[in-house]
């Protein structure tokens, strides 16, 4: 679904010559396509929605090499880009109501914490990873412990 509206917004882009949404466009499907080849069939609506996740956390890094480089025209374009790529990814959780999920977290799985208290870091990597980034997880944990 993500990725035919995806296709479909390329084509608007192309038609209206948004030509920043079109070059990023053509990256992130240009991304999917290759990752269907490696997987041999079409990627799952979670597999697209990480190529998304990867593709934003690669702009936001190249954002903060472009910003100690002194490249302004670099780091703006890439904030517009990473603009549209959030666009098409849910909105993350705020630090509260993470803290009240890891919260949560714990206390459901109190026994397996207590069978290997590293557990906890597992656990909420695999509930939280579309709600929030990992960093933002961990801090999240450190603050709740």
């Known amino acids: 679904m993500l990725y035919e509206q995806l296709q479909a917004e390329q084509i608007t882009a192309l038609k209206t010559k948004d030509t920043l949404k079109l070059l990023t466009l053509r990256g992130i499907i240009a991304q999917i396509k290759n990752k269907e080849i490696d997987k041999g069939s079409?990627?799952?609506?979670?597999?697209v929605m990480a190529v998304m996740r990867k593709t934003k956390k690669?702009?936001?890094?190249?954002?903060?090499?472009?910003t100690k480089g002194g490249r302004t025209d670099l780091t703006e374009e890439s904030q517009k880009q990473l603009v549209i790529v959030s666009s098409?990814?849910?909105?993350e959780l705020t630090e509260e109501e993470l803290e009240k999920e890891v919260h949560a977290l714990i206390d459901a799985n109190t026994e397996a914490i207590a069978?290997?208290?590293k557990?906890?870091?597992?656990?909420c990597m695999k509930e939280?990873?579309?709600?929030?980034?990992s960093s933002r997880?961990?801090?999240a944990l450190q603050k709740v412990q």
Not at 128 to 133: P, T, V, Y
């Open 42 to 47: 079409a990627l799952t609506e979670d597999e």
């Open 58 to 66: 690669e702009l936001l890094e190249s954002i903060e090499s472009f």
């Open 88 to 91: 098409y990814l849910p909105p």
């Open 115 to 117: 069978k290997n208290p």
């Open 119 to 123: 557990a906890i870091i597992g656990i």
């Open 128 to 133: 939280l990873k579309d709600k929030a980034e």
């Open 137 to 139: 997880i961990l801090v």
